[in-house]
């Protein structure tokens, strides 16, 4: 089992963690956890999912290709943003 921590920037927030909690979850993986929030460029989703580590490159170009999905990123999850403390998401005004 791997974790991977994803960065998505998407063109709207309705139905995008039902969409892509489905995605994950046909790709054999769970989601952790998330969060949502928006930025200038869009809707940003940070998530953590867990599953099988030879399936994640298929999950990967899923996600990248989902039709919401205008940027896409992935780290180890005990290397990525969420794990070193620095904000993935919108800074606070």
């Known amino acids: 089992m791997v974790d991977v ?3 998505i920037i998407a063109s709207r927030r309705e139905g995008l963690l039902i ?3 489905q995605l ?3 790709n054999g993986f769970h989601l952790l956890r998330h969060r949502l929030g928006t930025a200038a460029d ?3 989703l940070s998530m953590t999912v867990r599953g099988p580590e030879n399936g994640l490159l298929q999950l990967e170009e899923h996600v ?3 039709a919401m999905v ?3 990123e992935a780290w180890p999850a005990e290397t990525g ?3 070193t403390g620095v904000a ?3 800074t606070p005004a």
């Open 88 to 90: 993935v998401g919108p």
């Open 81 to 83: 943003p969420a794990a």
């Open 70 to 72: 205008l940027s896409f």
């Open 19 to 21: 969409g892509l909690g």
């Open 24 to 26: 994950i979850i046909a």
């Open 5 to 7: 921590e994803f960065r």
């Open 64 to 66: 990248g290709t989902h």
């Open 42 to 44: 869009g809707v940003v």
